[in-house]
């Protein structure tokens, strides 16, 4: 199996898709900001803030350093094993497998998407089970299935969070 590593130096066109959205993020604020100040006006009870105007503008520096943190994290999620994992069964859904990945993606998000708790044995049982239902002979489908398990078994044996620590 060969590793995957990920080195982090966007080019300005990968990040256009993550200062659009650190830029909307801003609109968002400012837009939820009046809301609530037009919400609050003519009220002072205790503990609510007066509305001060928007809030400043953040430099174009600013922006491209969140968008480019919110694009490290990302890429840091998808070279994990739960990101790995997320990945296999949708190319397992596009191989026609579609039930399979379903139930494997609902054992993913009811026993093992957080990582800071511990996974749930029962749901990485289940969703063992349903990959290794898919027939090794079927060549598009039995290398995402197989990603996807070893994934699991890495989810599953990694250290806990108070191992962690």
Known sequence: MTSTSFTFDAAPADLAP??????????TNVVALKTRAARNSGV???GMQDYSGPPEPRSDAEIE???????AKQLAW??????????ACLDLQRAGYGPTAQRAIEAYDRGFSNAANLPCPREINSA?????SVPPND?????PAAVACL???????EATPAEAA
């Open 151 to 157: 994934a699991l078994v890495a989810i599953a044996f």
């Open 18 to 27: 993550y200062i659009a959205r650190e830029r909307q993020r801003d609109e």
């Open 44 to 46: 002072s009870f205790g």
């Open 65 to 71: 350093e969140a968008a480019r943190a919110l694009m």
């Open 78 to 87: 998808a070279a994990s094993p739960r990101g790995r994992y997320y990945r």
């Open 128 to 132: 063992m089970k349903d990959l290794l």
């Open 139 to 143: 060549c598009a489908a039995a290398h």
